[in-house]
């Protein structure tokens, strides 16, 4: 059985240097600064990770890059003892080699680059940044050179799932370590998004397995964020969920994140814990969570409650072998796009959110991934 995922992750601000028109924080862009968080409460949030068993950190924003303090940050959290410290980024400030090798001799050792493009036509497109592409290739080189592994994100939307055949060959020849494709969804922060971003589930499927099977022969370790398991039958191994996203080493545990993030003192943390436990008893199914004890309980619990809250359940699901280890469809995906996609599939019910579910299993968590990637 799969283990727990051991990442937490820090939020650092909103604030970016690029406006991408997916994304889900288009109002908090600009934000002042001094509504971001301080050094002193991201010091606070570490050591809370560190003290629910976190042992890989992951800072995102925003774009963590633009805080001054970033080395510090990273510094601190190699001395609390973290693995693996990684930074979500969209690569401007890391095409300058001297900061990128900062970053890396500071105790970062793993980059999630995002990219949307194989070409700057289309990933520029997407930035709202003239020159994007050209800075993240370089930046990419940067950071591996400098010896810390890089892997790539590309949200597919509806103004590249087209070619992500392409994108995902572009990730391949800069040797990225692992690809994660996450589909564009609205959701309620996504009001202010691009709507020429929106794109169905069952036209993002089409352009993802056909890049799958082109490249299967050289596909590195590869998940596929944010979409129905009915749309991808025959390629349940790359789905990942909010159900498997906690089983996913390179991602947050679902339970750690939320927490140091929503509850920062005594009575919340209490209150905080009750609650997911309230959603522990509504869980569509009690026996994997249990096999976990009470970490997998608190898991399967705020999942359950964030589906409960922001997912809907069709009652076309309710039939489906996937229906235990599903999300299902974003409340705000119905009213673009309706249910009449979503088909139950036959066959007995799946109760183990990560029963095949490839990046599970292929290293363990609380593991240097510079270590696993070592030739």
């Known amino acids: 059985m799969a283990q727990l995922s051991e990442r937490g992750e820090i939020r650092v601000g909103f604030r970016c240097n690029a406006r991408c028109g997916f994304c889900y ?10 509504k971001e968080p301080t050094t002193g409460q991201i010091a606070r949030q570490l050591q809370a990770l560190r003290s629910m068993g976190a042992t890989e950190i992951e800072f995102t924003g925003g774009e963590p890059t633009i805080r001054p303090d970033l080395p510090e ?35 970062a050792n793993d980059f999630l680059f995002s990219i949307h493009g194989h070409t700057a036509e289309i990933h520029d497109k997407h930035t709202s940044l003239p020159g994007s592409f050209a800075k993240i290739l370089e930046a990419v080189q940067n950071v591996q050179e400098a010896g810390a592994r890089c892997r790539g994100t590309t949200t597919v939307t509806g103004k590249n799932y087209m070619h992500v055949k392409e994108i995902v060959g572009k990730l391949i020849d800069l040797n990225m370590s692992c690809i994660h494709l996450a589909v564009f969804s ?20 089409s352009g993802i397995k056909a890049a799958i099977d082109h490249h299967q022969a050289r596909l590195p370790p590869l998940s596929v964020k944010y979409i129905p398991f009915c749309f991808m039958v025959g390629y349940e191994q790359y789905v990942m969920n909010l159900y498997q996203q906690s089983f996913d080493p390179d991602d947050w545990n679902y339970y750690f994140s939320n927490k140091v993030r929503r509850a920062d003192g005594s009575i919340r943390k209490v209150l905080f ?11 569509k199914d009690y026996s994997v969570a249990k096999v976990h004890g009470w970490a997998g309980r608190k898991v399967f619990g705020l999942t359950r409650l964030v589906e409960l809250l922001r997912k809907k359940r069709p009652a076309v699901c309710r039939t489906c072998r996937y229906d235990v280890v599903c999300d299902h ?44 990637d070592a030739p």
């Open 25 to 34: 924080y288009q109002d908090l862009l600009d934000n002042p600064v001094e």
């Open 73 to 107: 940050l990273i510094a601190d959290a190699r001395k609390l003892g973290f693995v693996n410290i990684s930074i979500i980024t969209n690569g401007l400030r890391l095409a300058k080699r001297q900061y990128a090798e900062k970053l890396v001799a500071a105790g």
């Open 186 to 205: 609205p959701v309620a922060q996504a009001g202010g998004t691009d709507p020429g971003m929106k794109l169905s589930y069952s036209a993002a499927a």
């Open 273 to 283: 814990d009750a609650l997911v436990l309230c959603g522990y008893l509504l869980a």
């Open 329 to 372: 469809v974003w409340k705000d995906y119905v009213k673009h796009f309706g249910e009449d996609e979503l088909v139950s599939v036959a066959g007995d019910k799946i109760v183990d959110p990560a029963w095949c579910y490839q990046l599970a299993r292929y290293r363990q968590p609380g593991i240097s991934v510079t270590e696993i």
